[in-house]
C-alpha cells in the first residue's frame, strides 16, 4: 500500500464564480521541501496526474503536490475561466490561487492549454515561481524574445518527439529562457507524461533534485 495520502479540496477564486477543485498529496513525514503545482492540459484534469503516479512521486519527493481542474474542466466545470484582460487576469488567477493555497514559491508544472495561464504568471511574478516545467503548453508565440529572456529561474522543457506541432513550436520559443534544461521524450506524443509515466517521473525528480 501507498504511504502517500492523497486528499481533495476546492477552493474560492474571486474570478472563477464557482468553486475549483484541486487533488493534495504530501509527504508522509510532513516535511516539505516545497510546494508544486500541475496544471492540466484542454481533455484532461487533476484526475491524470493522480492516476498515473505523479502525485505520489512528488509527495515521496518530499513535496507538497498541488493538482487543480482548471476553469470549466474536469470537476471545476461550473467555474468560469477569467476574462483575459489584456492577458493579465490569467497571470492574477494563478497568483490568487497560490496565496489561497499558501503555496509559496511553487513549481510550476504546465502542459498543453495551461499555458495560457502559467506563461502571464510567470512573466508577471517571476519572484513566485521556485521553478518552470512547460510540456509543450500553447501561448508561447505571444512573448518576445527578450521576456523569455529576463526569466531567471530554473525551467526543465519537456516534450514528446512525436509531438511535432506544439511541442516544437513552443520549444523554439521556450528556448529562449535564461536558465533552461530539456528533455525530449522518445516515442512520446503531446501528452508525453501519459504515454511514459516512468521517464516523465525520472525527469521530473531529477530536476527537482537541482533546486
Request: glycine content about 8%.
Amino acid at each position: 500500500m501507498s504511504s502517500v495520502k492523497v486528499t481533495e479540496g476546492s477552493l474560492n477564486v474571486e474570478s472563477c464564480k464557482a468553486p475549483l477543485f484541486y487533488r493534495q498529496s504530501e509527504p508522509a513525514t510532513g516535511e516539505v521541501r516545497m510546494s508544486v503545482l500541475l496544471l492540466h492540459g484542454i481533455r484532461f484534469s487533476s484526475e491524470n496526474w493522480l492516476n498515473i503516479g505523479t502525485l505520489e512521486t512528488l509527495a515521496k519527493a518530499g513535496c507538497r503536490a498541488v493538482a487543480i481542474d482548471l476553469p470549466g474542466l474536469g470537476r471545476s466545470k461550473s467555474a468560469e475561466a477569467p476574462a483575459a484582460v489584456g492577458e493579465l487576469a490569467p497571470g492574477g488567477f494563478l497568483k490568487e490561487m497560490c496565496e489561497r493555497l499558501s503555496l509559496g514559491r511553487v513549481v510550476l508544472i504546465s502542459p498543453s492549454l495551461s499555458g495560457m495561464y502559467s506563461l502571464p504568471f510567470l512573466f508577471q511574478h517571476q519572484a513566485l515561481v521556485r521553478a518552470y516545467v512547460p510540456v509543450a503548453p500553447i501561448c508561447t508565440e505571444k512573448f518576445s524574445v527578450e521576456q523569455y529572456q529576463s526569466i531567471k529561474i530554473p525551467a526543465l522543457v519537456v516534450y514528446g518527439d512525436q509531438d511535432t506541432q506544439l511541442g516544437e513550436v513552443s520549444l523554439r520559443n521556450l528556448s529562449h529562457l535564461a536558465n533552461h534544461s530539456v528533455v525530449v521524450m522518445k516515442g512520446a506524443g503531446h501528452p508525453c507524461y501519459l504515454d511514459d509515466p516512468d521517464t516523465w517521473h525520472k525527469a521530473l525528480t531529477d530536476f527537482l533534485n537541482t533546486l
